[in-house]
């Protein structure tokens, strides 16, 4: 694997609310998840995992500290390049699928395809999704497993280098939970894209290349997992 750094958060802060109300809920964090990695974080609730996802996702701002995806220094970026840099960079991944209803699977996912200059082939990624048969059906007509893989299409179908994933198998049962983990890591391995998997599920770091914890606002555990097993094989 390419050894490169890819992500590389360095003292990064973020709180919320004012005056005593304020909570500090990230207090300085540091880590560099290189390109090409599984990277899973746990953490209990409310220890900060969206609220990190978020960060790096430019979808707010950090109080301090810097964010470097690739070349760039998000912690840098105006609104404007921001906005360009969710386009043309990042793929999102909700536990709740967020599709649109009144279009049919492939509509979905074909309505971000065109957010990018260099789209993976639709035909191609339905038929890997496992979606090919059902592209005609409407999210209501197909399973919530199915619904998963479509909003996985729909943060795929741009090629994206960096896919975030909050809770992506916290809505499914264990088999189907199991399916989405294997097309992640069937995703990462044709594609390459650095990905970040937000879990509760402790079991789940066995896929991973890097684990991270976080707890009371600091990473508690920052690891590389030498031992990867395939998702099919994970167990809880
Ligand atoms: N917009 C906000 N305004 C105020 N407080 C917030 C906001 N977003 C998050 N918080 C607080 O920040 C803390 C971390 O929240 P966050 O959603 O990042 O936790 P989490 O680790 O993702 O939890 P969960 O596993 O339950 O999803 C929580 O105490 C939460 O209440
Ligand atoms: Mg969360």
Not at 24 to 30: A, D, K, P, R, T
Not at 90 to 101: A, D, E, K, R, T
Not at 121 to 148: A, N, T, V
């Amino acid at each position: 694997m390419n050894r490169e750094a890819f992500l590389r958060i360095d003292n990064l802060k973020k709180g919320y609310g004012e005056g005593e109300a304020h909570v500090e809920v990230l207090q300085g964090i540091s880590t560099a998840i290189n390109r090409g990695e599984v990277c899973v974080l746990l953490g209990p609730s409310g220890s900060g995992k969206s609220t990190f996802l978020n960060l790096v996702g430019g979808l707010e701002p950090a109080d301090s500290g810097t964010i470097w995806v690739g070349g760039t220094e998000l912690t840098k970026l105006s609104d404007r390049n921001l906005v360009e840099y969710r386009r043309r960079e990042l793929g999102f991944v909700f536990q709740f699928y967020n599709l649109v209803g009144d279009l049919t699977v492939q509509e979905n996912i074909e309505v971000c395809e065109y957010l990018s200059e260099n789209p993976l082939p639709i035909g191609e990624l339905l038929r890997s999704l496992g979606l090919w048969e059902h592209r005609r059906k409407f999210p209501h007509q197909i399973s919530g497993g199915q619904q998963q893989r479509c909003a996985i299409g729909r943060a795929l179908v741009k090629n994206p280098s960096l896919l975030l994933c909050d809770e992506p198998t916290g809505a499914l049962d264990y088999n189907t939970s199991k399916e989405i983990l294997a097309l992640m890591e069937q995703v990462n391995q044709e594609y390459g894209c650095t990905i970040v998997i937000v879990t509760h599920n402790d079991a789940i770091r066995h896929m991973a290349h890097r684990i991270l914890r976080l707890r009371n606002g600091q990473f508690v555990e920052d690891s590389i997992n030498t031992d990867v097993r395939p998702a099919s094989s994970l167990e809880w």
